[in-house]
């Protein structure tokens, strides 16, 4: 118990230096390693990490990180280490009593990354025609990120997704609607809404965002088998990944309006994963890992309707920003 109190005291006066140092509050909670410690919540109501963190936030990153992951070992002192975040936001652990025991923290006894694996990646590649033998050479299980500009080869998902197809192919018992399923997953990101039904039944002109309508981003998993198999007549699996690499059965569709988007994060699924941009425009902006914060550059790209992004989320922190005045809907899965 000595040692839990040590550990909380030096973060906590490791905070006091940063702000004595001239850093805001919000660029402490900004941080990766911060972020990454105590997972989103959602209660949690945080900005996304800055971009391109350098200098005297750099320093408190490297500072931080050790006495962090060790606040990781158990209940207490993940609870000592949720009060530290709720006490930066001006907040109490007592009035937001809906984060304890949320589920999603990220690992935080995660192998550190070799940085050689992304010390020479300077940019997302773009590719057409990517043949199966390239696919899996230089993309398939490499930290390198491609955006497929042809990926959506026969596919009639454009022409027929909308937020209306989405409303109608759920019955109003499915499982889906209510996450009353094991494998059912809804992601609210920055917005009031509690499960896909509360989307299907928000108003038309915040569909449309019309006039001074609130902006809105959510995504959830496809877990309603009439429902997919509806879905996966309009898309199929991507023509550069080849036969042998199994896909996933669990598919993932994010839907939201321009100026919204998903925070910083990073995932924690089984395989790399790639994401096809079926309408609107999305802004990916990519992070390396804290332990490869000077051997990795940041990475950005902006990826178009019929195009596929491939990237392993497990080890890229990402986060994305909806351009244009479209409404953009996603598709995602994983591969082995």
Not at 58 to 64: H, Q
Not at 98 to 122: A, E, K, M
Not at 306 to 333: A, C, M, P, R
């Amino acid at each position: 118990m000595a040692a839990r109190t040590l550990i909380r005291d030096e973060v906590e006066d490791m905070v006091a230096l940063a702000l004595r140092c001239g850093l805001t509050e919000r660029d402490i909670v900004r941080l990766p390693s911060v972020r990454k410690l105590l997972g989103d919540g959602a209660c949690v109501r945080a900005t996304s990490p800055r971009q391109g963190v350098r200098g005297p936030a750099a320093l408190l990153l490297l500072l931080l990180l050790p006495p962090l992951l060790l606040l990781g070992l158990g209940g207490p002192l993940r609870r000592s280490a949720l009060r530290l975040w709720f006490h930066l936001h001006g907040s109490s652990l007592e009035t937001e009593m809906c984060v304890v025991g949320f589920s999603d923290f990220h690992n935080p006894f995660r192998q550190p990354l070799d940085c050689r694996v992304c010390s020479n990646i300077t940019a997302v590649d773009r590719k057409s025609n990517l043949s199966h033998d390239e696919f899996l050479r230089d993309y398939a299980y490499s930290m390198q990120p491609v955006v497929v500009e042809d990926g959506q080869r026969n596919w009639s998902a454009k022409d027929i997704f909308s937020f209306e197809f989405f409303s109608q192919i759920y019955s109003s018992g499915s499982s889906a609607l209510d996450n009353s399923g094991s494998e059912c997953q809804f992601f609210p990101y920055d917005t009031e809404f509690h499960n896909l039904r509360d989307v299907f039944e928000m108003e038309a002109g915040r569909v449309g965002m019309h006039g001074n309508a609130k902006p809105w981003y959510i995504g959830w998993s496809n877990c309603d088998s009439s429902a997919a198999s509806i879905l996966r007549q309009h898309y199929k699996r991507p023509y550069f990944i080849p036969a042998i690499s199994e896909s996933s059965k669990m598919d993932w569709i994010f839907m939201g309006v321009p100026g919204h988007g998903a925070h910083m994060h990073i995932d924690d699924v089984d395989n790399p994963s790639w994401q096809a941009q079926i309408r609107g425009i999305k802004h990916w902006n990519l992070e390396p890992p804290a332990e490869c914060y000077y051997e990795c550059s940041s990475l950005e790209a902006i990826v178009y309707p019929g195009q596929i992004i491939v990237l392993d989320t497990n080890k890229w922190f990402h986060e994305t920003h909806i351009l244009g005045e479209e409404l953009s809907i996603t598709i995602g899965s994983e591969y082995d």
